[in-house]
């Protein structure tokens, strides 16, 4: 897979994509239609739909974090949890950038795994590495 850049303020994490599923979802309103008891034996009527259009983009990610020749994987690890605790920055939304598009958004949920295994012994490339899975919703912030 390709790698995926993630950004807010000043700090920048490049995250070694395993996996990325990408998450569509629309919202709508559900009208439901009163079927009168001298009309039940024609059947049910179809459902009314309202579509809202308000789409939700989700993306699922998943890969890891190792050293760069100038920052160790925990000091990468530190700069992603400060990017999902708001970088020290008033408001304002992440950016990552995916299959060439630069997308903003919030982290949603972020989840760090460094299992006994990797504590004490290193990867293939000889690097302690932690496996990261983070849920991204595309948007701008309120009053953006």
């Not at 390709?2 to 309103?29: A, C, H, M, P, W």
């Amino acid at each position: 897979m390709t790698n995926i850049t993630i950004s807010k303020g000043s700090i920048t994490v490049t995250l070694q994509t395993t996996e990325v599923n990408e998450d569509y979802g629309n919202s709508f309103r559900l009208i439901p239609m009163a079927q009168p008891s001298q009309n039940q034996t024609g059947g049910p009527k179809d459902q009314l739909v309202s579509d809202l259009l308000k789409i939700t983009n989700t993306y699922q990610i998943r890969g890891h974090l190792t050293k760069t020749d100038t920052k160790t994987a925990k000091e990468i690890k530190d700069e992603l949890k400060s990017i999902f605790n708001g970088a020290n920055i008033a408001g304002g939304a992440a950016t990552i950038v995916y299959d060439g598009d630069t997308l903003e958004g919030f982290l949603q949920k972020l989840l760090i795994t460094k299992d006994a295994a990797q504590a004490n012994a290193p990867d293939q490339s000889g690097v302690v590495r932690y496996n990261v899975q983070i849920t991204f919703v595309e948007g701008k912030a309120v009053g953006a």
